[in-house]
């Protein structure tokens, strides 16, 4: 049972461009969503995070939009640049206990 | 400040041989996560220690799959008698006190031959 699913596998957006990767959840106990970036051969780094009583965060470049009642949230990346292409993987969890990830988003921004 | 350590980076083993991966946590940091990430699973969690209570185990893949947390600090993940589906990249992550952002490290990657 995969109980966040994460869209699209891959993408691929111009310099400049917005990038924007969704997930979805099914678990209504979910109260912490993080997003993480990967880049090859490191760790997750967390990005950016929001709890499900605040509709929209922003951090910089890096926003998250937040939908309790459709069980989403998505990542959008503004002004996007090549020193983001990095894997994003959204997650989810309980009072920030084990996270439950999606698959996984590849983004290559292309200069 | 120090940020999450583990060790060894790579760790190539032939299938039977059991195996010890390390997870050095941000100092101060009560809450230790261990997770595994492979192509076809992706990111899975495998235990989560948190102070002295005792850790949830609920992850782990097989009985061949143990950690253990000396001193509330330094944590060691061993799999007993590796199988070539244990192959992947074992993620070590350390919050504050389990209510906070996990921070993962670099992981380590393990090859079964």
């Known amino acids: 049972q995969q109980q966040v699913k994460q869209s699209p596998q891959s993408l691929i957006v111009q310099k400049g461009g917005i990038s924007i990767i969704n997930c979805a959840y099914e678990?209504?106990?979910?109260?912490?969503f993080p997003w993480y970036q990967q880049f090859p051969g490191k760790g997750p780094a967390l990005l950016i995070a929001?709890?499900?009583?605040?509709s929209e965060k922003k951090e910089g470049r890096f926003t998250i939009s937040f939908n309790k009642s459709a069980k989403q949230f998505s990542l959008h990346i503004m002004d996007s640049q090549p020193g983001d292409s990095a894997t994003y993987f959204c997650a989810a969890t309980r009072s920030n206990y084990k996270l439950t990830f999606g698959k996984g988003t590849l983004l290559t921004v292309n200069p | 400040g120090a940020g999450v350590s583990q060790s060894p980076s790579n760790k190539v083993t032939e299938k039977g041989k059991d195996v010890e991966l390390r997870c050095d946590p941000i100092?101060?940091?009560?809450?230790l996560y261990w997770y595994r990430q492979s192509l076809g699973q992706g990111l899975e969690f495998l235990i989560y220690?948190?102070?002295?209570?005792?850790?949830?185990k609920s992850g782990l893949p097989s009985d061949r799959f143990s950690a253990e947390r000396t001193g509330g600090s330094v944590s060691t993940l061993t799999i007993q008698r590796t199988q070539q589906e244990d192959s992947a990249v074992y993620l070590c992550?350390?919050?504050?006190?389990?209510?906070?952002?996990?921070?993962f490290g670099p992981g380590t990657r393990l090859t079964v031959t």
């Open positions: 678990n209504t106990a979910f109260d912490y």
């Open positions: 100092s101060g940091h009560t809450a």
């Open positions: 929001i709890r499900p009583d605040v």
């Open positions: 220690f948190q102070g002295n209570s005792a850790p949830d």
């Open positions: 992550a350390s919050s504050l006190n389990g209510l906070n952002e996990q921070y």
